[in-house]
């Protein structure tokens, strides 16, 4: 259970004006009168409000604000009410001692219950909240000489205040302390800790890679929470007069958590809303008699369904829809003003090594990253690139060797004590933090993990760094809204301003993974000529990126690894013109000769045909124009760089992703408009790539639901595909999860061919297989095809491929490049070029039939 990210940075209703601070100021002064003027019973009903407000209050920290769901709060609550009533009745002390200190007490039972709790999420942490509500009450029901156990602590005196006493001194109490809780979120939620929280909450990897401390700063949101609990547990042992262990249930967690959820989660007025309603409505539909609590629960459903983020999260969306504000313009900043002139270290790595297990994902690296200039670190899939980044950036600990910062050993640090060292990062997938606008992104990112006082200033107070962070968009080329939502920027909107919050740090050295991933050319050229600009200005940049045209155009020095090893290194031209790094990338069968006679397919009706196919993710388009036919009885390979668009178009084909523009038909009948599971009924069916067995069915029900459209002699279909893959027979009863990732593959094949299929897609067949395995997989294939299987076949291992297909066509950039017989794309250089970017041996290579 996770409450949705606001958009925006939270405020009074969403927005704080002063008309609304008036509202809840007016509300609390109401709520005042009121308990000084109703009868008793209703001072007790206001009372009660407004310890439900104070829970809220402490819960939207929790909730609201760093995402974690507590189902224990009733437990901080009764610590807050025993420890009053205990110093009170037993001690000897004054409310006034009492109180505070009951609050404080219930805090470090929050931040000791958050130091192990924190560590597990989502249900886990629920689960162990409700356990800790449940220790606490029948801890208290057995310590019966300090707490009275089962008969509780009887006639506890309320506090005077002079002009009220009792209950109605208690409700004034209660409605000061919200109105103080109310004041102190405020100031939490839009300082810098309010913004570390959401950030923890909405990318905790990326929030630990400019500095942050994910498991101190939930710890706080945690005590912080706790605090309010135990405090309004304070106030409730006075107002009922006597304490007992079942006053504090876990149904009433879950009333404190309604409150939340109810009124807005993250809103600053949301738990006073809440608690209005929770703890008003019941009481003024009590003339339903037996039918109140039905309708009070059916009244919630409508209001949970109807406004699923909240009272005030609804009244927020209500007033966008009614009064929509103007967008706002982008700020023109100072391109020439860059990153602060300064000497800076280079990386470097000794004999790095990370096994999982059995698996070496990276062996014996070594390397180094000079300050100023570019260091491309790239390979095949499966090669181990992202793995060393993840060692240097401190997300996985080494198995062996060691790596440094300049003279600063780092090796076994924390991602934490990386990033302030001074090593800054970017992901595949862009990890900004959502309900943070572009703004304050940047600017979170300067302190290096240091947050200043709890209760600080506003962030958006501190001009300097409001301008420096400017600077440093307009440095990266962001020429947007500079106070728009992070969660609503285009992707390329998205990678520069992940790279300026990167460069917020003042890092030593800037690791880079496939940052260009999904850009046009035009952007890509744009990013290009920033990673330039950035190592010009001293910084040592480490790039992992597939886009080899990219790569050869910017980088100062090339690093190759294959299966975890360092293959080659050297420039550019070097690398590019190394035979074992071609070999790395096309794989066997390319220099042989390994690409074998096309078979007479020549004038085999089409069975598969792709017409002018344009799709994507978001605005910009993956795929430009593609024209494809595979003819019946024809295996097609379709090669290129990882990035050229390759499994997006498999994904259109089989009906996981939907074209734009374009068409797709199969002997005549257009697929394009049709859901997956009808491509499937029509007969083309793929193989994803990661093979996607189902782990906990058993390898012959795995086979067996490839069948589920196509159930007539299923039995009899299945020992065929146990005959097709023998190792499948003596695993048949084992459950697919437990096979090695060959036999998976295998299997995925099998499920497939269960179908029907008319034309079968396989997406990277061979990814993460063992030599041996790989060639046993492919004569699979080779079986079907000769059986007169269509097949169109995405696999890295491109000479393998080309030696299997009769034809094959090579993408790049989302577009098809060069196509022709299997034979005259091994002995085209565009092949080469699409893997390794343009050199000079394409010009000398035989000239293939291009696509137009």
């Not at 209005?276 to 609590?293: K, W």
């Not at 990370?354 to 090669?383: C, K, Y």
């Not at 396989?762 to 299987?789: C, H, N, T, W, Y």
């Amino acid at each position: 259970m996770r409450p949705a990210a606001p958009r925006t940075t939270p405020t009074l209703l969403g927005l704080g004006t002063p008309a609304q601070i008036a509202a809840v100021l007016l509300l609390l002064g109401a709520g005042a009168v009121l308990a000084l003027t109703v009868n008793g019973y209703w001072v007790f009903v206001l009372a009660n409000v407004a310890l439900l407000a104070l829970v809220g209050i402490g819960l939207n920290v929790l909730l609201g604000l760093s995402g974690q769901v507590s189902f224990g709060h009733v437990g901080f609550y009764a610590i807050g009410a025993y420890t009053v009533a205990i110093l009170t009745t037993k001690a000897g002390w004054s409310f006034w001692a009492a109180w505070p200190l009951a609050a404080l007490f219930g805090g470090l039972a929050g931040a000791l219950l958050a130091l192990p709790a924190l560590r597990v999420k989502g249900p886990y942490l629920a689960m162990i909240t409700i356990a800790f509500g449940f220790i606490v009450e029948h801890g208290i029901v057995e310590a019966s000489a300090l707490t009275g156990g089962q008969n509780g602590i009887m006639g506890l005196a309320a506090p005077s205040l002079g002009f009220a006493q009792g209950e109605r001194a208690v409700a004034l109490l209660a409605i000061a302390a919200v109105g103080v809780g109310l004041a102190g979120y405020a100031w939490l939620s839009r300082g810098t800790w309010g913004a570390a929280l959401r950030a923890v909450r909405d990318a905790e990897t990326a929030a630990e890679s400019i500095g942050l401390n994910p498991l101190l700063i939930k710890t706080v949101a945690f005590a912080v929470s706790a605090v309010l609990a135990a405090a309004a547990g304070a106030l409730f042992a006075p107002l009922s007069g006597f304490v007992t262990p079942h006053t504090f249930g876990f149904l009433q967690s879950i009333l404190f958590v309604l409150v939340v959820m109810l009124g807005g989660a993250g809103s600053i007025a949301g738990p006073l809303v809440g608690a209005v309603v929770v703890g008003l409505l019941p009481e003024l539909l009590s003339g339903l008699e037996e039918y109140r609590l039905l309708f009070f629960g059916a009244l919630l459903l409508v209001v949970l369904w109807a406004a699923p983020d909240g009272v005030s999260g609804g009244l927020q969306r209500l007033r966008t829809r009614l009064w929509p504000a103007a967008p706002a313009p982008a700020e023109a900043g100072d391109p020439a003003l860059g990153l602060n002139p300064r000497p800076r270290a280079a990386i470097e790595a000794h004999g790095i090594t990370m096994q999982f297990g059995g698996v070496r994902a990276v062996g014996d690296l070594h390397l180094r990253a000079e300050a100023g200039h570019i260091t491309s670190l790239i390979g095949p899939n499966g090669a181990g690139k992202s793995t060393a980044l993840n060692v240097l950036g401190g997300f996985y600990q080494p198995t062996a060797g060691r790596f440094a910062l300049g003279t600063q050993d780092l090796t076994g640090d924390s991602a934490v004590r990386i990033a302030r060292a001074g090593i800054a990062r970017t992901y595949q997938t862009s990890q900004l933090f959502g309900s943070l606008g572009v703004l304050d992104n940047v600017v979170l990112a300067m302190g290096r993990g240091r947050l200043g006082p709890l209760l600080g200033a506003e962030r958006r107070l501190d001009a300097v760094r409001q301008r420096r962070a400017r600077e440093l968009l307009a440095f990266c080329g962001y020429s947007g809204a500079p106070h728009a939502p992070a969660a609503d920027l285009p992707h390329v909107d998205r990678r520069l301003v992940e790279i300026a919050r990167a460069l917020a740090t003042d890092p030593d050295a800037l690791l880079l993974d496939e940052p260009a991933a999904g850009l046009s050319r035009e952007d890509k050229e744009r990013l290009g000529a920033l990673l330039r600009r950035i190592a010009d200005a001293g910084v040592a940049v480490l790039l992992v990126e597939h886009d080899m045209a990219l790569v050869m155009g910017i980088s100062d020095q090339v690093v190759v690894l294959d299966a975890g090893e360092r293959l080659a290194a050297g420039t550019p031209a070097e690398v590019q013109a190394d035979p074992a790094v071609q070999h790395a990338y096309l794989g066997e069968g390319l220099d042989s000769g390994g690409a074998q006679a096309p078979r007479a397919t020549i004038d085999a009706p089409e069975a598969l045909g792709v017409g002018a196919l344009v799709a994507g993710y978001g605005a910009e388009p993956v795929l430009h124009g593609i024209d494809l036919q595979v003819r019946r009885g024809e295996v097609v390979a379709l090669l290129g760089a990882n990035g050229a668009g390759k499994s997006t178009l498999m994904k259109a084909l089989a009906g996981l992703h939907r074209p734009v523009q374009g068409g797709i038909h199969l002997d005549g009948t257009a697929l394009h408009g049709l859901a997956a599971e009808q491509v499937v009924a029509h007969g083309v069916v793929l193989v994803p790539e990661g093979r996607q067995v189902f782990p906990e069915l058993s390898v012959l029900d795995n086979i067996r639901l490839g069948a589920f459209l196509q159930p007539a002699d299923r039995e009899a279909r299945v020992q065929e595909q146990l005959d097709r893959f023998p190792r499948l027979r003596e695993r048949q009863h084992q459950r697919a999860g437990l096979l090695s990732g060959g036999e998976q593959q295998m299997l995925a094949i099998a499920r497939a061919l269960m179908s029907r299929p008319r034309v079968l897609l396989l997406d990277e067949p061979s990814l993460g297989l063992a030599p041996k395995v790989i060639a046993e997989l492919f004569a699979a294939l080779d079986r079907l095809r000769q059986e007169g299987m269509t097949l169109l076949l995405v696999d890295q291992m491109a000479g393998l491929a080309l030696a299997l297909a009769d034809r094959a066509y090579v993408m790049e950039g989302g577009r098809i490049v060069a196509q022709g017989t299997a034979a005259q794309i091994a002995a085209d250089g565009a092949l080469a070029a699409a893997y390794l970017g343009e050199t000079a041996a394409r010009e000398t290579a035989p000239p293939s039939r291009r696509a137009a």
